[in-house]
């Protein structure tokens, strides 16, 4: 992390916040945020205390405005370097589908362009009842960068993110939720709070338990449906042995005891 991407952890939470804090820029994705962005979530993935992380945006309008069409239109001149520039943001984003702990989007404000991308990246979205999402690359004449769109169609289906995409249009909160992009919406000022909320469960369950899972879950969209199964029975057996799983089956195995 550095002076763009705030790291704060919640020891007794087992939580990380991340936080790209540019409210001058809209929260644009500069250099410095990728940067910042790659180093905190490497942080986040060495510490064995932190269960899940929680990224977000500085201040109560925006989330993320996008790549920095600043430093981005004044630096890139060619295919190769703007293919460049946007590779470096689509490893970030692979790093946050790919994490092995889940990533909650706390949803803050706007959204826009590849903002969108790097909700679509995070396993959850938390949105404020203010946020608005908008794949508006197709009105600047470009593409997602970031591999945003293919994350997005994975979210709500093929047909609704090509309907976003192409349309360019600027979706509010109620109708995010509706078609599945947001998996709740909150009071724009709890939202910090909400995403907690949301973590609790993830973070209070076997970190072993869920880290797989969340693999699992991904793995499975490139296995034919029987291997997918297979593996599932596998994952249950190695977990069989856990602490974690004697711990839950006595304390379930005494109450039914003690009821007797
Ligand atoms: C390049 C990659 C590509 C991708 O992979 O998808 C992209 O992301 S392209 C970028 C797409 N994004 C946009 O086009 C969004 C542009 N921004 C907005 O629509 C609005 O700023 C907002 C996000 C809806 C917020 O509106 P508002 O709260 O009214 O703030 P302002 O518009 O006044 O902005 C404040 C301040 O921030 C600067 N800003 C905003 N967005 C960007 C940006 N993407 N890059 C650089 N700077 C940005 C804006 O210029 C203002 O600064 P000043 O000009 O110094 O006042």
């Given at each position: 992390m550095n002076d763009v991407v705030k790291?704060?952890?919640?020891?007794?939470?087992?939580?990380?916040?991340?936080r790209i804090d540019r409210p001058e820029a809209s929260n644009a994705i500069s250099t410095a945020v990728m940067e910042g962005l790659a180093a905190a979530l490497e942080q986040a993935r060495q510490d064995d205390d932190v269960r899940?992380?929680?990224?977000?945006?500085?201040g109560d309008r925006v989330f993320?405005?996008?790549g920095d069409l600043k430093e981005f239109h004044a630096d890139l001149t060619d295919e190769e370097r703007v293919y460049e520039k946007m590779s470096q943001m689509r490893r970030v984003l692979e790093t946050i589908h790919l994490f092995p702990k889940p990533v909650i989007a706390a949803v803050n404000g706007a959204a826009r362009g590849g903002g969108g991308e790097v909700a679509?990246?995070?396993?959850?979205?938390?949105?404020?009842?203010?946020?608005?999402?908008?794949?508006?690359?197709?009105?600047?004449g470009i593409a997602p960068g970031w591999g945003g769109g293919v994350?997005?169609?994975?979210?709500?289906?093929?047909?609704?993110?090509?309907?976003?995409?192409?349309?360019g249009d600027?979706?509010?909160?109620?109708?995010?939720?509706?078609?599945?992009?947001?998996?709740?919406?909150?009071?724009q000022d709890e939202i910090l709070h909400y995403a907690r909320m949301y973590a609790k469960p993830l973070t209070a369950n076997s970190p072993k338990a869920v880290q797989s899972l969340l693999r699992l879950l991904r793995e499975q969209e490139s296995l034919p449906v029987t291997d997918a199964m297979e593996r599932e029975s596998?994952?249950?057996?190695?977990?069989?042995?856990?602490?974690e799983h004697d711990a839950a089956v006595s304390s379930f195995l005494s109450r039914k005891a003690r009821k007797e």
């Open positions: 790291y704060e952890k919640i020891a007794d939470e087992h939580l990380a916040v991340l899940a992380v929680i990224l977000t945006g500085t993320v405005s996008g679509s990246a995070c396993h959850f979205r938390v949105g404020a009842d203010t946020a608005t999402v908008g794949f508006i690359q197709v009105k600047l994350l997005l169609s994975k979210i709500v289906g093929r047909q609704k993110a090509l309907a976003l995409i192409l349309r600027i979706i509010d909160a109620r109708a995010a939720m509706e078609l599945g992009f947001f998996d709740i919406v909150c009071p596998r994952l249950c057996a190695q977990l069989w042995g856990t602490p």
